[in-house]
């Protein structure tokens, strides 16, 4: 047999040869396959359906073929460098991409929340938990809330700084006379002539502050009706004050504050809807304090009923 016939009936060439066969096949099949598929970055009709929406609202027009070609390109060229910048990692540790991203993430939670109304009831409950608890400050109170403004009734005695060495020592001294003298006005002139009136009648504290200062009339608020006292400091000088009436701030009729109602019911659903969220995502992720921060969020790790995650030593900061 020749050396020819010998060396085609080797099983080692048999082998090369089916090889070679297969990897001419495969090289074939997937000829440009070497090269990684690009990432893909798609643009659906919704896209230019919401570029057109957001021209229209600022320029109360559509935009043009050209505008639309510009806006589209734009909208590319900002996906393509948002998508790079997260490959590059610029997104981490970004206090304004995290703010942004957890305001979207409120925003969404807003647009699922319950959107049907309030029942009565609610609005009642809502509306007696109001009554229970006093205004906590002034911008609480007046037209646009769900408190009247507190009113009050008062006479003054004024006390000039500029003509006066000592104010204030006279207005003590003039106290202890008219506190002799019982209630109503003093009978003799202990004071100055004042640039203001001498009583008023069922004013707010808004209107206090604008003849007295903001100081003053938060102080004579604090005063309950009886006799004289002072001195009390304002922004025209020394005063001695009787307060005959006051009205405290109370809730406005049911009717008169519905839309109120309904507003604060929406917003508590708002905000249970919130921690809901918050919770679950608690228990879905692992907060991994280091042993220098752990009893910050101790209170955190409570809420969700399960321990902490240990760091890990090796870890990067």
């Known amino acids: 047999m020749s050396q020819l016939a010998r060396l085609l009936r080797e099983p080692l060439l048999h082998f090369l040869l089916i090889g070679a066969a297969l990897f001419a096949v495969y090289a074939w ?7 990684a598929a690009a990432p893909q970055v798609r643009l659906g009709q919704a896209d230019v359906r919401w570029l057109q929406d957001t021209f229209r609202a600022q320029y109360q027009r559509d935009p043009n073929p050209e505008e639309l070609k510009s806006l589209v390109r734009d909208f590319v060229k ?5 998508r790079e910048a997260q490959a590059l990692g610029l997104d981490k540790d970004d206090i304004v991409v995290r703010r942004r991203l957890a305001q979207k ?3 969404l939670l807003q647009d699922n929340s319950p959107a049907a109304a309030p029942s009565e009831n609610d609005l009642h409950r809502l509306y007696e938990a109001q009554e229970n608890r006093p205004p906590s400050s002034e911008a609480e109170t007046g037209p646009q809330t769900m408190f009247t ?5 008062f006479a003054q005695i004024y006390f000039s700084r500029e003509h006066r060495a ?3 020592a006279d207005a003590r001294a003039a106290l202890q006379q008219v506190s002799q ?3 109503g006005a003093p009978t003799m002139p202990v004071g100055d002539p004042a640039p203001m009136k001498s009583e008023f009648s069922n004013v707010d504290e808004r209107t206090v502050g604008n003849d007295f200062g903001a100081k003053f009339a938060a102080e004579i608020f604090r005063l309950g009706p009886g006799p004289w006292q002072g001195p009390i400091m304002s922004a025209r000088g020394v005063h001695l004050v009787q307060v005959t009436a006051l009205i405290p701030a109370k809730l406005k009729p049911f009717d008169d504050v519905r ?3 309904v507003e604060m019911w929406r917003a508590q659903v708002q905000r249970e809807n919130e921690d809901r969220t918050f919770l679950s995502l608690l228990k879905k992720y692992q907060v991994v304090p280091d042993d220098s921060v752990k009893e910050l969020i101790a209170a955190l790790i409570e809420e969700t009923n399960t ?3 240990k760091a890990d030593k090796g870890a990067a900061p």
């Open 149 to 153: 403004r507190p009113r009050i009734s």
């Open 307 to 309: 321990p902490p995650a």
């Open 78 to 82: 900002e996906t393509l460098f948002a």
């Open 259 to 261: 839309d109120q109602l």
């Open 166 to 168: 000592d104010a204030a």
């Open 105 to 107: 993430m409120t925003f």
């Open 181 to 183: 003298a019982g209630s």
């Open 29 to 35: 099949v997937n000829r440009g396959g070497s090269e």
